[in-house]
């Protein structure tokens, strides 16, 4: 694994972890509004990548939280 995705992965666990102590609702929508916020979207692309091709390490409120149109990633 490239150390970009190992620190997307890292980045995005961290946020996780942040709203773990949230409802898993409030969770997925905090998520999701920081990295909307304040990651490129560059960044965001990269995580739908990884999303849907080597999830593995990342938090599955993670995965759930990142709105990932998969499809649009395929050939990148």
């Not at 773990?20 to 998520?31: T, W």
């Not at 692309?45 to 599955?60: M, N, S, W």
Request: charged content about 30%; overall charge negative.
């Amino acid at each position: 694994m490239s150390s970009k995705n190992e620190t997307l992965i890292r980045m995005a666990n961290q946020i996780a972890t942040f709203f773990r102590p949230y409802s898993r609702e409030e969770a997925v929508k905090g998520i999701r509004s920081h990295i909307e916020a304040f990651w490129s979207p560059t960044m965001r692309r990269d995580l739908c990548i990884l999303i849907a091709k080597d999830p593995d390490g990342l938090d599955a409120i993670v995965i759930e939280a990142v709105p990932c149109e998969i499809e649009n990633h395929e050939n990148a």
